[in-house]
């Protein structure tokens, strides 16, 4: 919620409260609710976790005066208490007293960390992720109970799933195809390449579909497989891990002793075969 990134894109440093005392120019811009509805929809709640058009607006409230210090030259996170809208809220049906300060937004994260559908969210963000692309619900919901009993103990939830036999199962094993990222990053680590600079890398990331933050929607890139898997896809992952591993990657340089004694092509697609992109 600090993050100034996060303030900038979804534009909570612009926000300004009803009930407060800003310059002329702040107060034209008003309340964002960007934030707010971000906050619940994809950070915590879910897009069916019971919330209301009022939640998001009480929420947006609550987070007026978290901003940032000069955008322009880096920016850092600080609070603004001539912005912040200082009345009484009520979010999720619980009152924040009028005359809070950042503490208000600190309130909010509270209230929504404690709700059964921020437990169920998280647990199965994290089961597919770690999984399986659908996760099993009988797994989340272990999962969700374990982050309710322990106050949201992500180490206890993490437990939770390690331990389980779906984590475990046949199905399960190995059954995560790699990101672009971890494509080229684990390729390259494989290879004990030596990175003198990485535009190269960089690049080949984004044409295997993931270009660094350059997601537009806040929403993140997809845990799920379909979404790096296709015909395309495939051959451009071939492609280069056959470059990578015959040194065609500019700026790169893997371990070439290796690379002569087990053959280039033999390695190139070693790193483009199933069981290298798989996790």
């Not at 996760?135 to 992500?154: C, S, W």
């Not at 790096?228 to 040194?247: E, G, I």
Request: charged content about 20%; hydrophobic content about 40%; proline content about 5%.
């Amino acid at each position: 919620a600090k993050s100034p990134a996060m303030l900038f894109y979804l534009d909570n440093w612009q926000s300004v409260g009803s009930t407060a005392s800003p310059g002329r120019a702040a107060a034209r811009r008003g309340l964002n609710e960007n934030y707010g509805r971000e906050l619940l929809e994809l950070h915590s709640l879910g897009v069916d976790g019971g919330y209301t058009q009022k939640d998001v607006t009480e929420v947006a409230r609550c987070f007026t005066g978290w901003t940032i210090r000069q955008p322009q030259l880096g920016g850092e996170f600080f609070f603004n208490e001539r912005t912040h809208d200082k009345g009484e809220k009520t979010v999720l049906g619980v009152k924040i007293p009028a005359g809070g300060g950042i503490e208000d937004g600190e309130k909010v994260l509270d209230i929504v960390s404690r709700r059964p559908a921020t437990a169920h969210f998280v647990s199965n963000k994290l089961a597919q992720r770690f999984v399986a692309d659908d996760p099993p619900p009988a797994l989340v919901e272990r999962m969700t109970q374990t982050f309710l009993k322990t106050g949201g103990d992500l180490r206890a939830v993490m437990k939770t799933m390690l331990d389980s036999k779906e984590f475990w199962s046949v199905g399960a094993f190995r059954s995560k195809f790699k990101s672009p990222l971890e494509m080229v990053a684990s390729s390259v680590r494989t290879l004990s390449g030596d990175v003198e600079f990485a535009f190269a890398l960089n690049n080949q990331v984004t044409q295997l579909g993931e270009p660094l933050y350059r997601k537009l929607e806040p929403t993140g890139y997809s845990n799920s497989s379909a979404e790096w898997m296709n015909s395309a896809s495939l051959l451009a992952r071939m492609n280069f891990a056959l470059n990578l591993a015959n040194n065609r990657v500019p700026g790169v340089k893997v371990a070439a002793a290796e690379a002569a004694s087990q053959g280039e092509a033999s390695l190139g697609i070693s790193l483009g075969s199933p069981e290298f992109q798989k996790h």
